[in-house]
């Protein structure tokens, strides 16, 4: 993959001037009881009130609006566990074109419903013996569509950072900004913002225990791959960084917390029953982290990404009501 410029925070406030009126400005919540049992003033950026409930629709489509008009008349591909699969969906479908997306066959099925519903065609696979960048590659190129990889692009990145943007811009200056880490792109985007504006925040990522590929790659200090992770937290099940994502996280994050799938339940629940809202279990990561004490050096006022929602009925009664 070519190397793609630097990521600026002028990229990410054009993203957010593509954005306005098309994706929502999603609400910053607070809690006093969260306040209380974290031991710090924490702001959550709930995206999963986000249109396909993730933030994932800000980069898809900022990546997907960008393309040339005789290339967005012939359609575009991904790849993707759920959420970007949705994302890149309906962007496809506010654009007027044509979106083919390659799923793995174990995705949760509300989100492959949810991505049929937009419109889009499902092609699947098996995320445990084949890969699916290649496969992904293959098909964009075999049917003549724009590949919009779901964090690997330097205009999904951006669009991703919009969610810190718009958080910042909300509560001002903060001492910390906890952002779920999967391929990166999240993380990018939002500490390339937050830094830019606040250069002395301190940027964290959190992965599940079971995956933390990312985690290894900063501590060696190059990108490492580890066997697919099996973990709740599906859109974080990856086995090594974004190729343009990592040097942007090698840069700008300070710290990365690993969080159980027992506290992501505990997370989930406290999110339902304290803040009203539903999480999926990446999107309640950040808040697993600061609840179980992950997170070293706890500052003051603390910036969250819950980064969505997309969990079907079953399953987070089968994993919070248990």
Do not use: C, W
Request: proline share 7%; glycine share 10%.
């Amino acid at each position: 993959m070519a190397a793609a410029p630097p990521l600026t925070l002028a990229d990410v406030r054009e993203a957010a001037a593509r954005l306005e009126g098309v994706a929502h400005r999603t609400p910053v919540l607070t809690s006093r009881t969260l306040n209380s049992l974290v031991g710090a003033e924490v702001f959550i950026k709930a995206e999963n009130f986000q249109r396909v409930g993730a933030f994932k629709f800000r980069g898809a489509y900022n990546a997907v609006a960008q393309l040339p008009p005789e290339q967005l008349a012939k359609g575009v591909a991904a790849y993707s566990s759920g959420n970007h699969a949705q994302a890149t969906a309906l962007a496809a479908r506010e654009l007027g074109t044509r979106a083919v997306i390659l799923m793995p066959e174990d995705a949760p099925r509300s989100k492959r419903e949810a991505t049929a519903g937009y419109g889009a065609e499902i092609v699947t696979y098996d995320r445990y013996t084949e890969d699916r960048t290649a496969l992904g590659h293959a098909l964009a190129e075999d049917r003549g569509l724009a590949l919009i990889p779901p964090y690997d692009h330097p205009h999904v990145m951006a669009g991703q950072g919009t969610a810190a943007l718009e958080l910042l811009e909300e509560t001002g200056p903060l001492d910390a900004l906890v952002v779920p880490v999967g391929g990166g792109g999240l993380i990018a985007g939002s500490a390339t913002a937050a830094t830019a504006l606040h250069p002395d925040i301190r940027i964290v990522g959190v992965e599940p225990e079971a995956g933390d590929d990312t985690r290894r790659s900063l501590a060696a200090g190059a990108r490492v791959t580890i066997p697919v992770p099996r973990t709740i937290a599906d859109g974080q099940a990856l086995a090594t960084p974004g190729e343009l994502t990592f040097p942007v996280n090698q840069r700008l994050v300070d710290a990365i917390a690993l969080v159980t799938d027992a506290e992501i339940v505990t997370a989930m629940r406290l999110a339902f029953e304290r803040l009203k809202i539903v999480l999926e279990p990446s999107g309640a990561t950040p808040l697993a982290a600061l609840l179980a004490g992950r997170v070293d050096r706890l500052p003051r006022r603390i910036g969250v990404i819950a980064s969505g929602g997309n969990i079907d009925a079953d399953r987070f009664t089968a994993l919070v009501g248990g």
